[in-house]
C-alpha cells in the first residue's frame, strides 16, 4: 500500500539543533503517522535522531518503513554518519529498528522516586555528611552570571559517561549554550533547578545535577544529568548533590509526585546512587543505531 509523505514546517529548532518533520497519510488524506529527524551541531554534526509513530492500526502496512526511507535519506543529504533512535523494550519500536538494519547501542534503565516516600531525616544526613574542601550552591532557571563562565566548563564532566557503542560525540558547551538551553526550558513552561558542588579553593564548579519541573508543580519532574568532573571524583559529591536536589524538589513542590531518572545500564556508579536514594525501576528503553 503506498501513502503520501508530506514535508512539514516544524518551528521546533534550537539553538543548537534544528528538525525536519513529516506527515504519513492514506488515500483519503488522514494522517497515519509521522516521522521527525534533529539535527545536531556543536560536536555532533555527525548526528540525527529519528523519533518516529505510526498508528497502531495503521501498523504493518509499510507506513513505517516509508516514513524511515524518507528520514533516511534527509540524513545523508545533510551528510550525517548515523540515526540514532530509542524504543521501549519489547515495543513494536524494539522490532521495527533492528528489522530495518539498526543496531543496539545502549541500554537505559529508568526509575523513579515517589515523594510521598522520601525519608527526609535520611536525606539531611546524606546531605549534612561534611565534604571538607567543597560547599553546595543552587539556582533557579538560568546560571547566575558569576558562575556561568565554570558552569560552563563544568560540563565537560559529561563527556566521559558511559555511552557503551553509541556514536554519540562529544557536546562542546559555552556559556551562550548552557543559558540557551535553560531559556529553552522556560519558554516550554517548565522550571529548571540546578545544584552544583562548589571547590572552595578556587570557586570553580566541580559537578552539577539538574533537574526540571512541570510549569504547574505537578506530575513528575525529570533529572536531565548528573556529572562530577574527573578531578573531582571519589568524593561522593554526586550523591550530595542528587539528595539536595531532592529535598529541594520535596519542600518546594507539594504538588509532585514523583521524579524521574535514566541511566546507562553499565553506568554502575550512577545506579548505585539511584538505588540508595530510593529509585525504583520503572522500564528498560534500548538506543538503536542505524550506520549510513
Known sequence: MSFRITPLTDPAHGAHSRRLAWLASDADSIPVGTAFLRLFDGGQEHLAELTLHVHPVERRKGVGSQLLDTAVAAARGNARRCVSAQAQAGSPGDHFLPAHGFRKVLTLRFARLPLADVDVSALAEVIERPHPGYRLASWQGTVPDALAQTFAASRRAMDDMPM????????????????????????????????????TCDGSIAGFTELVVPGDGTGDGQHYGTGVLPEHRGHGLGLWMKAESIRHAHGRYPGLGGLLTDTADSNMHMRHISDSLGYVPTHTTLQYQLDL
Open 164 to 199: 557503551d557503542d553509541t556514536d554519540y560525540g562529544t557536546v562542546a558547551w559555552d556559556v551562550d549554550r548552557v543559558r540557551a538551553a535553560a531559556k529553552a526550558v522556560e519558554q516550554r513552561g517548565d522550571q529548571l533547578h540546578t545544584v552544583v558542588a562548589i571547590d
